[in-house]
């Protein structure tokens, strides 16, 4: 099979063997892979990766010196049942998981793996019986590789915890932010402001859902939220503190989707007082904040990982609704072949916003 292999920094495409499947392990043929943010970090910062994972969570997440084939956004269709298994899923059907591979104690992350587990970077690969999920016959293939950073998105507006009154900020309008955006007007809370320095994107964040869009270079995102939140009744004021007395605005939730040095500290400076910040975006270097800006208004903060299985359902369920239409997320389609050159493209926010492979 063809594969797109990450070692030392460098994408190369290879030929490798099918993998077999294991006992609770499918077999399955991939039909849509998206490009990640997260692959992009592995081939840019994977050995800060790597020592991150390490001192945080004890375990080692690839070995930069060996190939891995990268993927963890994916459908695909199932081809064959490993042993122990029950076979309760057609063969033919497609099916999307979370990226996971349940092996002993430690299960194995999907896409850090080598060729012998590999992610969707390859036209084959294993799954785990128990956490495949059927994919609804009105869902194509390459929406549905959008479930997991829809699921990305639906945990960090969760861990926002925003009540019916909030008016959420979107700094940054990537991926993720595009998804948070997303998952919000889903959900009905706004009106949603949205900032970012690419037109494209900012185009493709209107598309998507917010209501106003702003470019920082011409206009504050937190001035732009002070005209739309702002509210005559004490009723829904926002958390008053004796720093701001009688600060008359609804609820601050400012989502953090660029994962860039300094950013953290212009929320700080800009946004409201006893504003929510959910840091969704991640930054692969050090940074500096200045807390007392924080102290000052009172400012909570919360960080996001990824989602749960509940989250990642949630998220293929929006999917399959016909009310929903995501489509202008995926700005290119790829065949294995072009995944290097993808992304050099991704560094450029004008170009593209989600590549999604299909082989």
């Known amino acids: 099979m063809k594969a797109v292999t990450l070692r030392r920094g460098e994408l190369e495409v290879i030929e490798a063997p099918v993998p077999k499947p294991g006992p609770g392990d499918v077999l399955v043929k991939v039909l849509a892979a998206g490009i990640c943010g997260s692959d992009l970090h592995s081939a840019t910062h994977g050995q800060e990766l790597i020592d991150s994972t390490r001192a945080v969570a004890g375990f080692e997440l690839f070995d930069p010196e060996n190939p891995i084939v990268m993927g963890h956004e994916y459908c695909a269709e199932v081809v064959e049942y490993g042993e122990g298994t029950r076979g309760e899923i057609p063969i033919g059907s497609r099916v999307t998981s979370v990226p996971f591979l349940l092996r002993g104690e430690q299960p194995i992350l999907i896409g850090y793996a080598g060729v012998e587990s590999p992610g969707a970077y390859a ?32 945990h960090a507006v969760n861990r926002g915890g925003l009540g019916a009154d909030d008016v959420p900020i979107v700094i940054g309008c990537g991926p993720i932010g595009l998804a948070v955006i997303k998952v919000l007007k889903l959900r009905g809370i706004g009106p949603i402001i949205a900032a970012d320095f690419s037109p494209a994107r900012r185009a493709l964040a209107a598309e998507l859902g917010a209501d106003i869009v702003v470019d920082p270079r011409v206009e504050s995102p937190y001035e732009a939220w002070k005209d739309a939140a702002a509210v005559g009744e004490t009723e829904r004021f926002g958390r008053q503190t004796t720093m701001f007395p009688g600060f008359a605005y609804r609820p601050s939730v400012v989502f953090e989707c660029v994962g860039v040095p300094g950013v953290l500290q212009q929320i700080f400076a800009g946004a409201a007082p006893c504003t929510k910040v959910v840091v969704a975006g991640l930054c692969m270097e050090e940074d500096r904040v200045l807390p007392t800006y924080a102290l000052l208004k009172e400012i909570d903060m919360v960080f996001c990982m990824a989602y749960s299985v509940e989250e990642f359902i949630e998220a293929l369920g929006y999917l399959s609704r016909d009310d929903v239409n995501i489509a202008p997320f995926i700005t290119s389609r790829i065949g294995y072949d072009d995944v290097p050159e993808a992304f050099s493209r991704l560094a450029d926010p004008e170009q593209d916003a989600k590549i999604v492979i299909m082989p």
């Open 123 to 154: 036209e084959y690969m294993l799954l785990s019986e128990d956490l495949m999920i059927p994919v609804p016959d009105s869902v194509p293939s390459d929406i549905a590789a959008l479930a997991e950073p829809l699921a990305v998105a639906v």
